[in-house]
């Protein structure tokens, strides 16, 4: 009996090994359990509040949303250095938590590959649109009600669509999406915004032409109108 009980966990041993050498990896869970928000395999320190700030803990699972993608600016000059490129490309998220909330720690993968961390302390209250750049160190006008968030690295979206998703501390899901091909000087917008199981679609015009409304409302009125979210600290 022992032989044979030798034999079975050698072979699961192998199988293992086997999987591990083809690039098979273990899909990623939204929380500690399907469906259930809250980083997977967090440790107590990971959910601990920001220092200095004990009531901002760190965001979970289904508290954040990847509200709009703008993967080919072409034209558009977002971050107002005069030019149009890859430093433009930028994303918005919506933070639809109960309480502040911060995103330090934060990663993002594109099409399955880290593409970086989103850095920075700072607490959010619920409500927050948080606009993410291309560039590093790219400036942006934040308005009422938004925050602008850099990334580790630059975004390097993809014009023909990719998955996209936000990984917690503790390496769980915070929200995953998948963009589609994207239309050029044009974003993809959650539609109805806000909402997490919604499809990104082409942005319509807004009031003054526009074809995107990142750290506004989706028909270009100001953050605090749309959310009714109060204006970060």
């Known amino acids: 009996m022992q032989y044979f009980l030798r034999i079975w966990m050698l072979s699961l041993a192998l199988a293992a090994v086997s999987l ?6 273990p899909p990623l869970r939204w929380g500690v359990g399907a469906g259930q928000p809250g980083p997977a395999d967090a440790d107590p320190a990971q959910l ?21 993608v703008l ?9 107002g250095d005069g030019l149009s490129n890859q430093r433009d490309e930028a994303l918005e998220l919506r933070l ?5 909330r911060h995103l330090d720690g934060v990663a993002l993968r594109v099409a399955g590959q880290q593409r970086g961390y989103l850095g920075g302390a700072a607490c ?7 606009v993410v750049l291309g560039s590093t160190a790219g400036g942006w006008p934040p308005q009422p009600g938004t925050a602008q968030l850099h990334l580790s690295a630059q975004l390097a979206l993809r014009d023909e ?7 917690g501390r503790g390496g769980g899901l915070l929200d995953q999406v998948t963009y ?16 997490r199981w919604a499809p ?9 032409g526009a074809g995107h409304s990142l750290g506004l409302c989706s028909d270009g009125s100001a953050a605090l109108g749309c959310w009714g979210g109060p204006s970060p600290t």
Request: proline share 16%; net charge negative; glycine share 16%.
């Open 200 to 208: 990104l679609l082409p942005h319509p015009n807004t009031a003054t």
């Open 161 to 167: 669509g990719a998955v996209l998703a936000l990984l």
């Open 96 to 100: 639809i938590a109960d309480g502040p």
């Open 124 to 130: 959010h209250p619920p409500g927050t649109l948080l």
């Open 48 to 68: 601990a509040p920001t220092p200095g700030q004990p009531g901002c803990l760190p965001v979970l699972g289904g508290e954040l949303v990847i509200n709009e």
């Open 180 to 195: 589609p091909a994207a239309p050029a000087g044009r974003s993809l917008v959650r539609t109805p915004e806000g909402n």
């Open 71 to 79: 993967a080919r600016p072409a034209g558009l000059d977002i971050d």
């Open 20 to 25: 591990s050498g083809c690039g098979v990896e």
